[in-house]
């Protein structure tokens, strides 16, 4: 069955402070990986989109890593800010399943000052 | 650009009454993608248009969903009868073109706000 499990569920950390977040897929056959921010109210907002040929992808102070062969992937949040408080979702799409994409139930990020 | 537009952004209804959602992609954009979050769950697919095309409606959960995309612009998700089960977040979300999938294919997808529904 295809599945995308995130963890933690939560996670509250102080301002300025680094901060990984985990995913673990196990969609087959594998096409990309992408994260999203999800404000409180808003639609998921995209941050990375990963192929099986990229390890790394960066967006500002947002880093996604993927191994394809462990089917894992991180999403480290550098300095964190107030703003970054959110939920991050991992999203997994499978060979050609354009719009058919597996969601994580995402990790909710809280941002102390 | 305008972003995606979804309406209303809340509605309430009775168990058996219809609801009518709609969506307004971003202008250009060909694929127009429909996702409902329930409450406690993951977000999950519904279907995908292309133009006025469904080109993928595997994720509708039952015949109680009608997805219509006339003239492949906007598109309209009703759900007749609503049933306790159908409450939670519909996302609508649109993306440019049309990808025969592939090895490398990706498409960037614009996410509207949602629609939130509950049926009491």
């Known amino acids: 069955k295809n599945q995308v499990e995130q963890s933690p569920q939560s996670l509250i950390i102080l301002e300025g402070k680094n901060c990984t977040l985990q995913?673990?897929?196990?969609?087959?056959?594998?096409?990309?990986l992408r994260w999203y921010k999800q404000d409180t109210g808003r639609g998921p907002v995209s941050l990375t989109i990963?192929?099986?040929?990229?390890n790394t992808k960066s967006n500002g102070r947002y880093t996604a890593t993927l191994d394809a062969d462990t089917k894992q992937s991180s999403l480290h949040i550098t300095a964190s800010q107030l703003s970054d408080s959110a939920s991050y979702i991992c999203?997994?799409?499978?060979?050609?399943?354009?719009?058919?994409?597996?969601f994580g139930k995402g990790t909710k990020l809280s941002v102390k000052p | 650009e305008a972003g995606v537009t979804q309406f209303p952004s809340h509605s309430v209804i009775e168990k058996g009454q219809t609801v009518t959602l709609r969506c307004d992609p971003i202008?250009?954009?060909?694929?127009l993608y429909w996702y409902r979050r329930v409450m406690g769950k993951e977000i999950k697919f519904l279907l995908h248009?292309?133009?006025?095309?469904?080109?993928?409606e595997s994720g509708m959960p039952n015949n109680r969903f009608l997805a219509e995309r006339t003239g492949g612009t906007y598109s309209t998700l009703k759900v007749q009868p609503a049933e306790l089960e159908d409450s939670g977040v519909y996302f609508c979300?649109?993306?440019?073109?049309?990808?025969?999938?592939?090895?490398?294919?990706?498409?960037?997808?614009?996410f509207g706000a949602g629609s939130r529904l509950t049926v009491l």
């Open positions: 995913c673990n897929y196990t969609v087959s056959p594998f096409s990309n």
């Open positions: 202008s250009g954009h060909d694929n």
């Open positions: 999203v997994v799409s499978g060979l050609g399943s354009q719009g058919n994409l597996i």
């Open positions: 248009f292309v133009k006025e095309s469904k080109q993928d």
């Open positions: 990963m192929t099986f040929s990229e």
């Open positions: 979300a649109s993306s440019r073109y049309h990808r025969q999938g592939g090895v490398s294919g990706a498409n960037v997808l614009t």
